[in-house]
């Protein structure tokens, strides 16, 4: 079984200040990791995702995240926010070879302060 | 065309009406998915079809009834539905699923319950 873990619900940030968002995962085998973003009425967008290949992954729009095993997180930074940053972002556990399940986090709201 | 549509945007329907949501994908992606969104929730997994066929049902009720007529197309069928049946309904399709197959979502369809 897996299981994903969002450390914030809330983070909110000045434009031009870096980005942080937390998420820890539990899993019993190797996982893919996904980020997506959702902006308001609209559908979830893939960021990044970890595959078992580099532990660094560099995503769309700036983003990226760092997959560290020994610490079982897989936590989201940008360099930079940007108002257009404003959105919620999902952190997301896959399942094993041959289920087509993920396993969402609650969700980090983003706000960019002007 | 890298784009999962959905139709309609907005839905609204009566407790004894019938209606269909729509999903198209013509990116060649084989597994197919429907999920419910609650505001400010993740996205609960109602349905998967793989290659055409239906793989996973999460317990959903008999009143939505998913129909996957070709490998670009994915419909869910709403018949005598609950005002708590008000979501965002989204779409997703993947190249085959598994863990390493990143799912790509669509816009969604608001429905509303009266």
């Known amino acids: 079984a897996q299981s994903v873990t969002q450390l914030d619900s809330h983070v909110s940030v000045s434009e031009g200040t870096p980005v942080l968002l937390r998420c820890n995962y539990s899993?019993?085998?190797?996982?893919?990791l996904f980020w997506y973003v959702q902006h308001p009425n609209k559908g979830l967008q893939l960021l990044l995702k970890?595959?078992?290949?580099?532990?660094l992954v560099k995503g769309i729009n700036g983003f990226e995240a760092e997959f560290k095993k020994s610490e079982t997180s897989f936590h989201l930074t940008k360099p930079s926010a940007h108002m257009s940053d404003a959105a919620e972002y999902f952190c997301?556990?896959?399942?094993?070879?041959?289920?087509?399940?993920?396993?969402f986090g609650t969700g980090t709201r983003l706000t960019i302060i002007p | 065309d890298t784009e999962v549509t959905q139709t309609p945007k907005h839905l609204v329907m009566g407790m004894t009406n019938k209606k269909s949501l729509k999903c198209e994908q013509h990116?060649?992606?084989?597994?197919m998915y429907w999920y419910k969104q609650k505001a400010k929730k993740p996205p609960e997994l109602m349905f998967v079809?793989?290659?055409?066929?239906?793989?996973i049902n999460e317990s959903v009720p008999s009143r939505f009834s998913p129909e996957c007529p070709n490998s670009s197309l994915l419909n869910l069928h709403l018949h005598a539905l609950q005002p708590e049946d008000s979501a965002l309904y989204l779409c997703?399709?993947?190249?085959?699923?598994?863990?390493?197959?990143?799912?790509?979502f669509g816009p969604g369809t608001r429905l509303t319950v009266l």
């Open positions: 990116m060649g992606h084989r597994a």
């Open positions: 899993s019993s085998y190797s996982p893919s």
């Open positions: 970890y595959t078992s290949a580099a532990t």
């Open positions: 997703a399709s993947s190249f085959r699923g598994g863990p390493n197959n990143e799912q790509f």
């Open positions: 079809y793989s290659y055409e066929k239906l793989s």
């Open positions: 997301v556990v896959s399942g094993l070879i041959g289920n087509e399940k993920l396993t």
